[in-house]
């Protein structure tokens, strides 16, 4: 079975690739002949994972799923949630929003954070939502080298080390995507029987 994933990160792909296995192959928004950037200017993870779906569902008429990914940071309130690529700038520069995030939280007791990952799925046109959440907390200063984004500042429950001193096994088994894109997997494979 054919189904298209809202994204033209390679890396993302062959990783959810990966975690569904041979009976489904993903195709991107540009083999399908989507090349735009695909609009995401809703205030929640849902809204803009539904909103990316929608987009595609609309203009190719196929099955299509899509995500988004937010760092909910606790005594911020949740930011920068939604905002989580364009913290500090309007680009996605990590080491600006690492340095902000830091800012923000200096003398802050509370480090409790959760990563939280939402996939939207359209079915046979019908919509269906997946979520994946990792808690932990945010450490003082950076450490590792692995991973992108946060994962040097992001310690998850019950590990010593932060997302940016695992390998891309170690994090899947207990990140955000990982555990939403298994949610999306046993779903397909559900019905695919
Ligand atoms: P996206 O929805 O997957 O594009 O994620 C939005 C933003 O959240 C990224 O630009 C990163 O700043 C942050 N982010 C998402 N996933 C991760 C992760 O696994 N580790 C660290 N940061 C992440």
């Known amino acids: 079975?054919?189904?298209?994933?809202?994204?033209?990160?390679?890396?993302?792909?062959?990783?959810?690739?990966?975690?569904?296995?041979?009976?489904?192959?993903?195709?991107?928004?540009?083999?399908?002949?989507?090349?735009?950037?695909?609009?995401?200017?809703?205030?929640?993870?849902?809204?803009?994972?539904?909103?990316?779906?929608?987009?595609?569902y609309e203009r190719t008429g196929r099955d299509c799923f899509a995500d988004d990914t937010?760092?909910?940071?606790?005594?911020?309130?949740?930011?920068?949630?939604?905002?989580?690529?364009r913290y500090a700038t309007d680009g996605h520069d990590f080491a600006a929003n690492n340095r902000l995030l830091l800012k923000n939280l200096a003398g802050q007791q509370n480090r409790r954070a959760r990563f939280r990952t939402v996939i939207a799925l359209i079915l046979n046109g019908e919509e269906h939502l997946f979520e994946g959440?990792?808690?932990?907390?945010?450490?003082d200063t950076e450490r590792g080298a692995e991973g992108f984004g946060y994962d040097p500042l992001f310690q998850p429950e019950g590990s010593g080390s932060t997302f940016a001193e695992m390998d891309a096994a170690a994090k899947n088994a207990v990140s955000h995507r990982g555990r939403a894109v298994r949610k999306l997997a046993a779903y397909l494979h559900g019905i695919d029987k």
């Open 70 to 85: 937010g760092l909910e940071v606790e005594a911020l309130g949740g930011a920068p949630g939604v905002h989580s690529a």
């Open 133 to 139: 959440i990792v808690e932990g907390r945010i450490i």
């Open 1 to 56: 079975m054919e189904i298209i994933f809202a994204t033209n990160n390679a890396h993302k792909l062959s990783e959810v690739q990966a975690v569904l296995g041979e009976g489904f192959r993903l195709v991107t928004p540009r083999d399908c002949g989507v090349t735009e950037e695909i609009p995401e200017t809703q205030a929640t993870l849902e809204g803009n994972a539904l909103q990316k779906a929608r987009y595609l």
